[in-house]
């Protein structure tokens, strides 16, 4: 997959601070799948770098770079949270470690922590020691998906970066620049928006053609009833990727809620407008929302109850009972 180099307008902030001198602590959020791992990586390219550009960005041939991409820098420390598991205090203290020495290469000493709301506490007041008086030469980026997780004494501290945001037409752009034809790429960018990656790792797993065959069993189940949505949720519980699911629902029933409200310029399905602007005009508000906030608290459902099933018979027999009489509706694809 190749790299992407922000526009230089929307990296100017980003600029600004590296000509002004970047803070000592710094914050990047975004959600998993948006480009902030890419915007990282080219800011600590740039930091270390002997001779970065005028736009700010990394030479990619001086020492350090070449460092970089031989991924053996001495000056770069990246602490990382497995999957499901925690950053330990003795990560935190061998990072504090590697801060205090003069660096051996570059004009500073680089840390990175990700996702930085994975440190356990001890680990958080371990580093939060270091932020309070942080080695002269020592930058510390925290990269993070839920900062209002970290400690308020930590945030504090960070110096929030101005990271560009991808608007949809630039996600349409960057996925054709990876091989997506222009038609699956704007589909993609309409539901994933700001999270490209995702996007593309969803392309690459088939997702398009997934995404109409859950749909069309979706928008077909209110006329089938309740019995159809119980075999369905038997059915999706063995081999479905439940979260992946819930992104689809949660983007069909925002899609719903737009139309009812008549905001038509932000639908995210438009190849099945005809058919949700039926159900639309027909579905009980009450139980559409009732609906949507079932799906929004599923991850917390699924750390809490292992009857996959059962969860899904709940979320498929609501979703069903948004129409009264379970209305049929056809399918426009």
Known sequence: MSAHRPPPAEWQPIQSLLQAGLPQAMLAVGESGTLIGQYCDDLQQAALCFAPSAQGLSCGTCRSCRLLAEGNHPDLLVITAETGKRIAIESVRHANDFLAFTPQVSARRWLRVEPAEAMTAAAANALLKTLEEPAARAHIL????RPSQLLATIRSRLQKLPF?????GQCVVWLEGQGIPPAEALLLSRQF??????AWQLWESGW???RQTWIDTLLNLPRQGP???????????????LLLLRELMLSLLADLLR???HHLDSIVHLDYLQSLE?????AQATSLWETLEGWIRLPESLVQNRNVGMMLETLLLSWVGIWSGGKAHGITS
Do not use: F, I, Y
């Open 142 to 145: 925290l990269l993070s998906e």
């Open 164 to 168: 560009p945001a991808l608007r949809l």
């Open 193 to 198: 928006a700001n999270r490209p990656l995702r």
């Open 208 to 210: 398009v053609t997934l």
């Open 227 to 241: 019995v159809a949505a119980l075999r369905l949720a038997d059915n999706w519980a063995k081999d479905t990727d």
């Open 259 to 261: 139309l009812r409200n």
């Open 278 to 282: 039926a159900m639309a005009q027909s």
